[in-house]
């Protein structure tokens, strides 16, 4: 770390994220290898910058991006990254920052309307199944009749089991989420 005092951000992400901005030298490697950079409104290389600059102007960029939730999370900008540092992990953190202040984008509702349904389909079954993750998604997202037509083909292809997998210990999954819910409770 240098010797200047470090911003409010550069410490959230140093602490909660393990990475120190400023050792970010824009070589741009991991926008190059992201899979979702060209559907995104700022690069990763470009949320690290503005994330080093961390003033008040940056943040509210930062915090209304759409690129912050099209993030796949599949690291292959931490990969990349020749200072080993994790550009999804800061995202992470501005994503989690941009929901606490309510900060969502219209275009991003429906990622957070998957987040949403995911979870709710994980803490209720125990894991993941793809009927009620579809229902849920839609009644959050409002989005009813969106990809209509693939159910049929997937159901044909055996891709949409009907019957969810039953599996052990579904209560702890519960347990988990609600410790989770009241360790995080504002
Ligand atoms: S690859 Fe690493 S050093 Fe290069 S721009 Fe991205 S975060 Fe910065
Ligand atoms: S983790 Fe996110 S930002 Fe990093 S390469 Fe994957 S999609 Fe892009």
């Known amino acids: ?6 911003h409010a951000l550069a410490k959230a992400a140093r602490e909660t994220a393990g990475v120190v901005l400023s050792e970010c030298y824009q070589c741009g490697k991991c926008t190059a290898g992201c899979p979702m950079a060209r559907y995104m409104d700022l690069s990763p290389n ?14 509210e960029r930062l915090l ?3 690129a912050l939730w099209y993030c796949v999370g599949c690291l292959t900008c931490a990969q990349r990254c020749p200072r080993k540092l994790d550009p999804a992990a800061v995202m992470d953190l501005l994503r989690e920052m941009a929901h606490r202040r309510g900060k969502i984008p219209a275009a991003a509702r429906k990622v957070l309307a998957f ?3 995911f979870l709710d389909t994980v803490e209720h079954g125990g894991r993941m199944a793809e009927i009620p993750l579809v229902l849920r998604y839609k009644m959050k997202s409002l989005d009813l009749l969106g990809d209509v037509m693939l159910g049929p083909v997937m159901l044909a292809k055996r891709k949409l089991p009907l019957l969810p997998h039953r599996i052990r210990g579904r209560g702890e999954v519960r347990r988990i989420f609600k410790k989770c819910r ?4 504002p």
Do not use: F, P, V
């Not at 009241?182 to 409770?185: D, L």
């Open 1 to 6: 770390m240098s010797g200047t005092k470090e």
């Open 46 to 59: 470009q949320i690290m910058r503005l994330a080093q600059a961390g003033d008040d102007a940056a943040l």
């Open 64 to 66: 209304g991006c759409e």
């Open 115 to 117: 987040h949403k349904a």
């Open 182 to 185: 009241e360790e995080h409770r």
